[in-house]
């Protein structure tokens, strides 16, 4: 039987072992509820003290600073929306183009109801230029939100300088963190950030499970109403299997990320180079400042999610970029503000590489690829030029 390669860890990761065994006891032996004042609700307690405290101590912050979420969307936008709502008389907020769904979404409902939002450009590597945020910044400017590191290509932003920045101007920070979480530094003291969003799905921990780092003293509206949880900030019983295993996780990644860091980027170099091979083929993203395990390449005249069609076929599991926007039939916005036509963003194929991927998988993809191109090339309605990728 062929063995299924899958190559979506950017979407998604499978729940490791030891983060799954941390979970169980808390699904039918532990479940009491955290707000209970009995001897099983202090059990749940006592589990939600020691996964906060797990957190602030790898993030080098106060377990006051940390407020569980049911995700990172939902951080995200307690985060954008919450800030927002707190300082109405600022209304102005600035961000990136090549920011997550979650980020763009909050920003575009926000302008819904009066404020006011910039949209920076970046260059066609996927990166932000600090000055034009710098540049950016006016006396009505509240929030700042530019994410760590690309979801779609990969490429990592210069987050503690942009954080300089703010702090020099007085505008609060915040940085969506998801892709990054992983495999890049999270000291919240080195970074400088005011606020910080990470999720379970991305570092082998459960779905359906969040965080925001939010810097003490920072005022922010809650969105969710109701028991007071999370500091008032986030109502509704804490979600303690969940947060067990996120903490879990989180400890596992950080710890291996330095060994497995050099171990990913290498098979990642390996499978840039073996792509890049293909005729009227490019990497998008930046080809050294990038997240370990992202490949993302563009090839010219054909469809990527005709190429994903093939590939599936041969049990080999890839994306067209954003899993949250993989519904919908348009470019990715990411690879258009980089500079790609039309055409060129519709051929784009993301493989992300994770703690099962080995040199022997790559070599599988690298070997499929060239002909699934040529065979898609032969039915493609033009033949485009290169130049048509800008």
């Not at 003490?216 to 295993?245: A, C, D, F, K």
């Not at 400890?251 to 291996?256: F, P, V």
């Amino acid at each position: 039987m062929i063995k299924n390669i899958y190559l979506d860890y950017a979407a998604t990761t499978p729940i490791r072992e030891e983060v799954l065994l941390e979970m169980l006891p808390y699904f039918s032996e532990k479940y009491g509820n955290p707000g209970s004042f009995h001897s099983k609700g202090l059990e749940a307690k006592n589990a939600l003290d020691n996964a906060r405290q797990e957190i602030a101590s790898l993030l080098n912050c106060s377990t006051k600073e940390i407020i569980f979420t049911s995700g990172g969307t939902e951080s995200i936008n307690l985060a954008i929306k919450g800030i927002a709502l707190a300082n109405k008389e600022k209304n102005h907020i600035i961000t990136s183009k090549i920011e997550h769904p979650a980020v763009l979404n909050s920003c575009a409902y926000l302008e819904e109801i009066g404020f006011k939002v910039s949209y920076l450009d970046v260059d066609k590597y996927g990166k932000v230029n600090p000055k034009d945020v710098e540049n950016s910044i006016n006396e009505r400017t509240s929030l700042v939100s530019i994410m760590y590191a690309n979801n779609e290509i990969g490429t990592i932003e210069p987050i503690k300088e942009i954080a300089e920045i703010c702090k020099k101007k007085g505008v609060l920070f915040h940085t969506d963190a998801c892709q990054a979480a992983g495999c890049l530094n999270l000291d919240i003291k080195y970074l400088g950030v005011d606020l910080l969003t990470i999720n379970g799905s991305k570092i082998y921990g459960p779905k359906g499970i969040g965080m925001l780092y939010l810097r003490e003293g920072i005022e922010i509206v809650p969105l969710v109403h109701g028991g007071g949880q999370e500091s008032r900030l986030r109502s509704g019983t804490e979600n303690v299997p969940y947060i067990v295993g996120f903490a879990k996780a989180l400890e596992i990644a950080q710890k291996n990320k330095d060994k497995e860091n050099a171990r990913l980027s290498e098979l990642r170099d390996y499978l840039i180079a073996k792509l890049l091979k293909i005729p009227k083929s490019r990497l998008n993203g930046h080809s050294t400042e990038r997240l370990p395990n992202n490949v993302n390449i563009s090839f010219m005249d054909v469809e990527g999610e005709a190429m994903l069609l093939y590939l599936n076929e041969m049990n080999i599991y890839a994306s067209t970029g954003s899993a949250c926007a993989s519904k919908s039939l348009e470019p990715s916005h990411v690879l258009r503000a980089i500079g790609l036509s039309y055409e060129g963003a519709h051929g784009s194929i993301r493989f992300t590489l994770g703690k099962d991927s080995v040199k022997e998988y790559l070599d599988r993809v690298a070997d499929a690829m060239p002909g699934i191109v040529k065979k898609l090339k032969k039915i493609s309605p033009v033949n485009l030029s290169m130049e048509h990728f800008t």
